[in-house]
């Protein structure tokens, strides 16, 4: 495994990297490289990576088992627990309920910001989102929203009356012995501290340090670190193979939280999408066999990546974290390696279709701007062909698939490419809808 890690890491530039699989009742570890390339200090097996996204399986964990304890209902209106989404702008927001949020059919716009970045209250939050519209009527289909996982957040402070961070830390990552690591780092100075994150860039091939752009109400989505150990620790607790796993939550939530849900078809990032976990399939997809489907969750931030795999009939887990743009580009190989080798991990690969478009609207018939809260989408013609950017600094180069399929390729860093399709309207037949790396974005102009 660590020679394996190493050749991937040296050949995707990726400074720093954690492999961890459990495999008939034992845990095999690896590590590769340094945690930032301007000090060199050697990756270790508790090295803490951040875990992006991966952080909100455990904010719905936290939820799930306040649902266990009787504290909370998956069906009511998350309004009967944060009250400043009572008098919502949009009339529909108070009738969000608990197991939309988790499952991303909330309708709930996907990044929303504060205009002070360095607020830290989610009770402020949830009164700014309180101002926010619906992108659609809640459980009507999927949208993958940041906003609904703080609101989450919000939801455990409201019940609890502790901090989030304090909930999690306490319910959560402490009985599964995890030593608690937070970006925002709330508890002080502790002796784990983040390993630095690296964007890789085409022009020179190196990567260069980058910063944390995570704003602290955030958190409950997006803000826990930690290792490939932590996270398979944390798989074998939704397996039941933890001995402190029940004290965290039962065994039928955990089943709830990996059941597909219907409306959640979540094209451009997964399978499947349960109550805070996504489906995958595994390398026997179209066999239709009842054991090919793995559960997990990916994640992101600026210049790193970490990614979360388990199979709770095998007791397979599979947990790998990188401190580098180019980490998910790693992972993909690393998991056609891992197949190769007996591992036979679940990975979403969307279905992009070889053949030229063959019923595509005219091309300026995409062209414009599309919205998702605050995210702004833009294509534009560029040099023959699309040009995909938005407000945070995002360019890529758009190619067209059949069945309204289309990818798009960064052009300032070397990361995997994104997958997403375009919705037409059924009355008007025009383009209503852009869906990209799992979040819908309603069509707001048109541009020649």
């Known amino acids: 495994m660590t020679e394996l890690l190493r050749e991937l890491a040296r050949e995707h530039m990726v400074p720093g990297a954690q492999l961890a699989v459990h495999v008939n009742g034992e845990t095999f570890s690896a590590t590769s490289g340094v945690t930032d390339v301007g000090r060199g200090d050697p990756v270790l097996s508790d090295s803490a990576f951040a875990f992006g996204s991966v952080s909100k399986v455990f904010t719905a964990t936290l939820i799930l088992g306040l649902v266990s304890d009787g504290d909370l209902e998956l069906d009511a209106p998350v309004c009967e627990y944060v009250p400043e989404l009572r008098k919502a702008a949009d009339e529909a927001m108070p009738g969000v309920t608990l197991r939309q949020l988790l499952s991303h059919t ?69 009985p599964l012995g995890m030593d608690p690591v937070f970006l925002h780092r709330p508890d002080g100075d502790g002796a784990r501290r983040p ?10 091939g ?15 989505a997006s803000a826990l670190a930690g290792s490939a150990e932590d996270l398979v620790a944390f798989a074998r607790m939704h397996m039941g193979s933890h001995p402190a ?19 959640a078809d979540a094209f451009g990032m997964a399978d499947g ?9 595994g390398p026997d997809r179209h066999t239709r066999a009842a054991s090919a489907s793995w559960y997990g969750h990916d994640g992101t931030v600026d210049g790193g990546s970490c990614h979360l795999r388990f199979q709770p009939e095998t007791g397979v887990a599979v947990a790998f974290t990188s401190n580098a743009s180019t980490g998910s580009l790693l992972w993909s ?34 062209l414009g701007d599309y919205g998702n809260g605050d995210t702004r989408f833009s294509l534009r013609p560029h040099q023959g062909g699309i040009r995909l950017s938005d407000r ?33 309207d059924g009355d008007t037949g025009t383009v209503a809808l852009m869906q990209l790396g799992g979040r819908s974005a309603q069509r707001l102009t048109f541009a020649a």
């Open 206 to 220: 190196r990567a260069h340090p980058v910063g944390f752009f995570l704003p602290p109400t955030w958190a409950p």
């Open 245 to 263: 796993g029940n004290t965290v939550l039962d065994d039928t939530h955990r089943r709830a939280m990996r059941t597909p849900v219907p409306a």
């Open 392 to 424: 945070t600094g995002l360019v890529a180069d758009v190619t067209l698939h059949d069945r309204m399929i289309f990818t798009a390729q960064r052009v300032d860093a070397v990361e995997a490419s994104y997958t997403g399709r375009f919705v037409l």
């Open 273 to 281: 999408w349960g109550l805070g976990l996504a489906r995958y399939s």
């Open 195 to 204: 390993v630095t994150s690296h964007a890789v860039r085409p022009d020179s």
């Open 106 to 174: 909330g309708g709930i716009v996907a990044d929303h910001e504060l205009d002070d970045s360095e607020e830290r209250s989610l009770r402020r939050y949830a009164t700014s989102v309180a101002t926010t519209r619906l992108l659609h009527r809640p459980g009507y289909c999927f949208s993958y929203a940041n906003t609904g996982y703080n609101l989450l957040g919000r939801t455990v402070e409201a019940v609890t009356g502790v901090r989030w961070h304090a909930a999690v830390r306490d319910f959560v990552l402490r």
């Open 333 to 366: 190989d690393l998991v056609a390696e891992l197949r190769l080798v007996g591992v036979p991990v679940g990975d979403y690969r969307p279905d992009v279709p070889d053949a030229p478009p063959a019923e595509w609207p005219e091309p300026t018939g995409l």
